[in-house]
Nanobody, 125 residues
Framework: QVQLVESGGGLVQAGGSLRLSCAAS????????MGWFRQAPGKKREFVASITWSDGSAYYADSVKGRFTISRDNAKNTVYLQMNSLKPEDTAVYHCAVGRDGIHIATMSADFGSWGQGTQVTVSS
């Protein structure tokens, strides 16, 4: 059974930084795309970033491009999200996810098959 556990969330002032981690277990994740989504209260879950398994190519939502960086350590079965220059509108619960079999570039919710419980990120103004 796949398990994903996020950590690293918290309260930070606008302009600050946080680094989220997602530890995966139950499968070898080196052959799967990994991604981060977020959901703010009253809003739909939205794509934040993803990374391929093969060459580590990264994809970002326009709203975070240039501020967030996704990376992965396949030896540790862990994916990271470095968040810089945080804004109040980045406040949300952040979830990591594992791509479905055969999906190389994953940027939509339907591309992912397993999800973590999430970690809260709150950015104060």
């Amino acid at each position: 059974q796949v398990q994903l556990v996020e950590s690293g969330g918290g309260l930070v002032q606008a302009g600050g930084s946080l680094r989220l981690s997602c530890a995966a277990s139950g499968r070898t994740f080196s052959s799967y795309a990994m991604g981060w989504f977020r959901q703010a209260p009253g809003k739909k879950r939205e794509f934040v970033a993803s990374i391929t398994w093969s060459d580590g190519s990264a994809y970002y939502a326009d709203s975070v491009k240039g501020r967030f960086t996704i990376s992965r350590d396949n030896a540790k079965n862990t994916v990271y999200l470095q968040m810089n220059s945080l804004k109040p509108e980045d406040t949300a619960v952040y979830h990591c996810a594992v791509g479905r079999d055969g999906i190389h570039i994953a940027t939509m919710s339907a591309d992912f098959g397993s999800w973590g419980q999430g970690t809260q990120v709150t950015v104060s103004s």
